[in-house]
């Protein structure tokens, strides 16, 4: 790394490139592919714009755009980067370095990179950095939701980091504005356990990274990654301090959110009951027909949009039907008798199903399965009834 931040949050070094040059600026034709984006969130303090810094200034042969929600007070900036002019918020692009341009945002991610496509060609890879209490779930569907976005980007994943010294506080003893309320208001959870900013954060997360590891213990630590993976156990967790990762691709770029499933062993990882607030369940069934997709496309529907629990006509588990739940993420993977496969995308009740490349199995022995994982609250204490419930769907 060839800078020593000092200030550990403290913006990278900037150059001013209001005016963009005829040869710089954006050409008329369209773009042939998406642009990948990915949101980095994490409780104040956690290291989200260190971490940027780091990947800012470190040699990756990308050409990324930041959005960063404010840079805070700091005074090494000499002209703010988001200005207001007549009332309207006009956004202030800055190159750092590397071809990567930057911007600050205190309002709207959303009006911030539809000002940055149309610098489109000029980058290709997006970071968008959440501030401390925002809840990733209210931020990742609107890539969804908006025509001209979804057109033009799309969601690579969530990175969560995590403060491995002051997590545990977090989740457990969360003070008023660290709270998180149910996103959905017609279910009253009454007296359950409390639901933290940081619960949230992690449950939407596609990549867990613990920071500030050389403050803890390993015995903290460990204990650290196990109350992670009892709230997201599908999660790709890194440990790491000072927000340097070891590598970049896989940790915060090029995530391919979706790719690991197939080789996941939910067996392995059960339904963990360490923190009662949120939980991991996973559904495996063999590969199904074509003509079930619909069926699939259903049964998310009432389960993400009505909050339903699709139960089937005649049930043999001896667990209770979930009940007063609702889900924060779900993500899953499709194979079909016809050999080729989808992937299934979603944040609370926005929700895709897509083609997907070819499945490769990276384990000959075990065949390809379909697997589905709702992350999220009330899910119940076993994973049996959301099988039978899905089994039962394709059935119909």
């Known amino acids: 790394m060839s800078a020593d931040f000092e200030d550990e949050e403290a913006p990278p070094d900037l150059i001013d490139v209001a005016a963009i040059s005829a040869e710089q600026a ?7 592919t998406r642009v990948p984006i990915t949101l980095v969130t994490g409780y104040l303090g956690a290291g989200k714009t260190t971490l940027l810094n780091y990947i800012l200034t470190e040699k990756h042969g990308k050409k990324i755009a930041v959005i960063m929600n404010e840079f805070g007070d700091s005074t090494d900036i000499e002209k703010p980067m988001t200005v207001n ?26 009006m ?23 809840d ?19 969601l690579d994943g969530i990175v969560t980091l995590v403060d ?12 008023p504005e660290e709270k998180a309320e149910s996103h959905d208001q017609n279910h009253d959870h009454g007296s359950g356990p409390v639901l933290s900013m940081a619960h949230m954060q992690i449950s939407h997360a596609d990549v867990v990274i613990l ?19 009892s709230i997201n156990s599908v999660a790709k967790i890194h440990v790491t301090d000072h927000s340097r990762t070891p590598q970049i691709e896989g940790v915060v770029l090029d995530l391919h959110a979706y790719d690991h499933l197939a080789d996941l062993d939910f067996s392995k990882k059960g339904h963990s009951h360490m923190d009662p607030a949120i939980s991991t369940t996973a559904i495996v069934t063999p590969p199904i027909p074509a003509d079930k997709v619909d069926c699939v496309d259903a049964w998310l529907r009432s389960v993400l949009w009505d909050t339903k629990f699709p139960a089937p006509a005649v049930s043999k588990s001896s667990e209770p039907q979930p009940d007063n739940f609702e889900v924060h993420r779900l993500k899953g993977i499709l194979i079909l008798n016809d050999g080729t496969s989808r992937i299934i995308q979603a944040v609370r009740d926005v929700f895709e199903i897509r083609d997907a490349e070819p499945i490769i199995n990276e ?18 204490s076993s994973a049996e009834p959301w099988q039978e419930s899905f089994e039962s769907c394709l059935t119909k």
């Open 26 to 32: 954006p050409t008329d034709e369209p773009p042939t």
């Open 85 to 110: 002019e007549g009332g309207n918020e006009v956004t202030e692009w800055m190159e750092v370095g590397n071809g990567c341009i930057c911007c600050s945002v205190k309002d709207s991610g959303v």
């Open 112 to 134: 911030a990179i539809e000002s940055l496509m149309e610098r489109r060609g000029t980058f290709d890879y997006i970071l968008l950095e959440t501030t401390g209490l925002a």
């Open 136 to 154: 990733p779930g209210n931020i990742a569907p609107i890539f969804w939701m908006d025509e001209g976005l979804g057109s033009s980007i799309y």
């Open 164 to 175: 491995a010294k002051n997590i545990t506080r977090l989740l457990d003893e969360p003070a």
């Open 211 to 229: 920071n500030k590891t050389d403050l803890v213990t390993e015995e903290e630590l460990e204990a650290v990654r196990d109350r992670v993976t």
């Open 363 to 380: 384990d000959k022995s075990k065949p390809l399965q379909c697997k589905i994982v709702l992350i999220g609250r009330g899910l119940g």
